[in-house]
């Protein structure tokens, strides 16, 4: 996984046990998360270092208490930052790598014994790619073709729960009333500031309404200024400590981000425009490059261009 500060943002929120019952009981099937008693988690180092890969892994690992058939365990969960901007098709590999990586780590800290047996994990991948998640979802999907009946039972398995933060709606994500959805929304309001400065306002009427809102609106406000520098916003970041006590400045750099923003997809409206019309005139007339570029109010490069893609 790499590295940056967007993985460092999303580590430090899952770093605070709220997030990943939001997590969980937001985003997981409910069957799972109902059997969970959120008081009892407990974060564990996610890093270790992987023989195959050779890289030092720092992912979020909880552990919780699950109650079954009247009996309480330990499920560790696993949660995977994916913040790449392709899919990676090896992804049940990568996992049941680390998942193994993870218990060996268990085993050798004698968290566990061999005799114990190995406690369940609940492996969790959080996506927040463009492009739609096409990865299988178990290790036993990437073998091809499929074995013979006899050997299936020999093949492995580890299937993962996917968390694609682009498949939810606004309107989903407003269903749920937690500071991790509108980080969600703020996320799948991409680079538009418009649709952002909507995005900050929601996470800042969510954390006014949150009992420990002074805690979680330090988390948040760390989140956002890392968000709005990849973004490369305009916005004042050292002058913005608290979303809820500088919201108001914080809203009038989003407001002068979003009539810029207009005011360039005006001009690239009117620009298109001109470049509709010196087609029609190089599809439609015998004029020259010059005479279209006057008419047209473009370059004579511009006209030039336009005239080779009319070509083809």
């Known amino acids: 996984m790499?590295?940056?500060?967007?993985?460092?943002?999303?580590k430090?929120?899952?770093?605070?046990?709220?997030?990943?019952?939001?997590?969980?009981?937001?985003?997981?099937?409910?069957?799972?998360?109902?059997?969970?008693?959120?008081?009892?988690?407990?974060?564990?180092?996610?890093?270790?270092?992987?023989?195959?890969?050779?890289?030092?892994?720092?992912?979020?690992?909880?552990?919780?208490?699950?109650?079954w058939n009247g009996i309480t365990q330990d499920v560790f969960l696993y949660i995977l930052l994916e913040f790449?901007?392709?899919?990676?098709?090896?992804?049940p590999l990568r996992l049941m790598h680390y998942v193994a990586c993870f218990y060996s780590e268990l085993l050798k800290q004698r968290v566990i014994t061999p005799g114990q047996g190995l406690p369940p994990v609940f492996p969790v991948v959080l996506y927040n790619g463009s492009q739609k998640w096409t990865a299988k979802a178990d290790m036993y999907d990437m073998i091809a073709p499929e074995p013979p009946e006899f050997l299936r039972v020999y093949q492995p398995h580890l299937r993962y729960y996917l968390v694609d933060e682009s498949r939810y709606t606004?309107?989903?994500?407003?269903?749920?009333?937690?500071?991790?959805?509108?980080v969600f929304g703020v996320e799948n309001a991409g680079d538009s500031w418009e649709s952002l400065q909507a995005a900050v306002d929601r996470v800042v009427a969510i954390i006014q309404a949150d009992p420990d809102k002074e805690r979680i609106d330090r988390v948040i406000t760390r989140w956002i200024k890392r968000h709005l520098q990849r973004l490369g916003a305009d916005v004042s970041l050292?002058?913005?400590?608290?979303?809820?006590?500088?919201?108001?400045?914080?809203?009038?750099?989003?407001?002068?981000?979003?009539?810029?923003?207009?005011?360039?997809?005006?001009?690239?409206?009117?620009?298109?425009?001109?470049r509709d019309m010196a087609r029609n005139l190089i599809s439609r007339t015998e004029m020259d490059d010059q005479l279209i570029a006057e008419i047209a109010g473009l370059t004579v490069s511009e006209v030039s261009v336009l005239r080779s893609q009319v070509r083809h």
């Open 170 to 182: 606004a309107e989903e994500l407003n269903s749920k009333a937690t500071a991790l959805s509108g």
């Open 238 to 274: 050292d002058r913005l400590s608290s979303l809820v006590e500088d919201r108001d400045m914080l809203a009038e750099n989003l407001e002068n981000l979003v009539k810029k923003e207009r005011l360039e997809g005006l001009q690239e409206g009117r620009r298109e425009a001109k």
């Open 12 to 67: 430090e929120l899952f770093s605070h046990p709220e997030f990943v019952q939001q997590l969980i009981e937001g985003f997981a099937p409910n069957e799972i998360a109902s059997l969970m008693n959120f008081a009892t988690l407990k974060q564990h180092s996610g890093n270790y270092i992987t023989p195959l890969f050779e890289e030092k892994f720092e992912d979020v690992v909880w552990s919780v208490e699950v109650t």
């Open 2 to 10: 790499s590295s940056n500060h967007h993985d460092t943002g999303y």
């Open 84 to 91: 790449q901007s392709k899919v990676d098709n090896t992804m």
